[in-house]
């Protein structure tokens, strides 16, 4: 299991268990994460799981595809750690990942 954290834009704070193979995305629909409403179940069809990976990971989440760029344009108050949460999955590797959710995702 990788521990991942997912900070609210409020602050409040979900340090989560998340299984590898999972994405980030299923880690907080799973466990009721407010915030993250994944509309298109992770088809990478939408931007409302739009998330900011802390400066200390976003090396390790991996490239952003073509697809994901073009989604993120749909987003608001995208950044260059903006990611889609669908589009990163979860190996080993990520245990201690901390993301923050934007203050909305529509």
């Not at 990788?2 to 590898?20: C, Q, R, S």
């Not at 994405?23 to 069809?45: H, L, Q, R, S, W």
Request: aromatic share 4%; glycine share 8%.
């Amino acid at each position: 299991m990788a521990k991942i954290t997912y900070i609210e834009f409020d602050g409040t704070e979900h340090a989560l268990d998340v299984k590898p193979g999972l994405t980030v995305m299923e880690g907080a629909v799973k466990n009721n994460v407010p915030g993250i409403d994944a509309d298109c179940g992770g088809a990478c069809a939408c931007a409302t799981c739009h998330v900011y990976v802390d400066a200390a990971w976003t090396d390790k989440t991996g490239d952003k595809s073509a697809m994901e760029e073009s989604m993120l344009d749909f987003a608001e108050n995208v950044e260059p750690n903006s990611r889609l949460s669908c589009q990163i999955k979860v190996t080993d590797a990520l245990d201690g990942l901390v993301v923050r959710l934007p203050e909305s995702q529509h």
